[in-house]
Nanobody
Framework: QVQLVESGGGLVQAGGSLRLSCAAS????????MGWYRQAPGKQRELVAA???????NYADSVKGRFTISRDNAKNTVSLQMNSLKPEDTAVYYC??????????????????WGQGTQVTVSS
């Protein structure tokens, strides 16, 4: 089992910044993928950004150039720095941890854990 504790979020005006953090604890695997997803009312949950334990990153097109994901493997934490926020960034943001392992040298991910979610509201 992996437990995720999220922090950050809140209310900010358009153009402002927020920082989200997520700490993982429990049965941490050396191979893992951590990231942030978001879900706005009436919409499906979508990927915002993700980062592997090898520090490879992936961003949604809508946040490229504005958001930066980072992680600290020693502390098992992942952070999302969100700049130039827009009203359309308003959503509940969820931290996700994917447990993985190497299979013939290739990382595969076999179980997902989710945080409780934190609200981000951007006013116009």
């Amino acid at each position: 089992q992996v437990q995720l504790v999220e922090s950050g979020g809140g209310l900010v005006q358009a153009g402002g910044s927020l920082r989200l953090s997520c700490a993982a604890s429990g049965s941490i695997t050396s191979i893992n993928n951590m990231g942030w997803y978001r879900q706005a009312p009436g919409k499906q949950r979508e990927l915002v950004a993700a980062i592997t334990s090898a520090y490879s990153t992936n961003y949604a097109d809508s946040v490229k150039g504005r958001f930066t994901i980072s992680r600290d493997n020693a502390k098992n934490t992942v952070s999302l720095q969100m700049n130039s926020l827009k009203p359309e960034d308003t959503a509940v943001y969820y931290c996700k941890y994917q447990a993985g392992r190497l299979h013939y040298g290739v990382p595969i991910y076999y179980y997902d854990y989710w945080g409780q979610g934190t609200q981000v509201t951007v006013s116009s």
